[in-house]
């Protein structure tokens, strides 16, 4: 998605791979895998460095990583101000998808649209405190995007649904 908007992208999985990076992507996945992995390749502390002054989105599992507290122990990098629920919405096959609107977006598509959010094991985003602030909630009112300064996090795959105006907001937020 970020290739197709024009931006230079490339993996990361070595520390010395952040250099010269303007923001990164902590993509959906397992949240336990990614930080297990990310402890094991010595990842944690550069990538805690690299989120206190560049951007970093975390999508689903990303999310969860990026919070202070997923409720069950495993390596976090509790950059930002948000509690997270691992699988909220049940299991694999209860997945769903719901248009959103996203007033933080607006502009950035003819008429303001809602976003169709696609939902696949996720998250919910708990709690908003600190500095953290909810860009998204569900109609009954749970959160499923927030943003903390440069930080952002989707309890959805925007990646999906191909629309890339999360991306986007993104890429702004790391210029």
Avoid: W
């Avoid at 993509?27 to 951007?55: M, V």
């Avoid at 696609?118 to 405190?129: D, E, G, H, M, N």
Wanted: aromatic content about 6%.
């Amino acid at each position: 998605m970020l290739a197709r908007l024009g931006a230079q992208v490339r993996e990361v999985r070595l520390p010395e791979e952040l250099d010269g990076l303007d923001g990164l992507v902590l993509p959906g996945g397992e949240s336990t895998t990614i930080g297990k992995l990310a402890t094991d390749y010595g990842l944690i502390e550069p990538l805690r460095a690299f989120g206190q002054t560049k951007a970093i989105y975390g999508t689903c599992a990303g999310a969860i990583f990026l919070s202070k507290d997923a409720e069950r122990n495993q390596p976090l990098l509790g950059l930002m101000d948000i509690t997270v629920e691992r699988n909220a919405y049940g299991r694999q096959v209860e997945s769903f998808d719901v248009e959103v609107p996203v007033p933080a977006l607006n502009g950035l598509a003819d008429g303001d649209p809602p976003v169709r959010a696609v939902f696949i094991r996720a998250p919910l985003i708990k709690t908003v405190s600190g500095d953290a602030k909810s860009l998204a909630s569900l109609p009954d009112g749970r959160i499923i995007a927030a943003q903390q300064g440069k930080l952002l996090a989707t309890a959805f795959h925007p990646e999906i649904s191909g629309d890339d105006r999360f991306h986007r907001y993104f890429l702004k937020l790391a210029a």
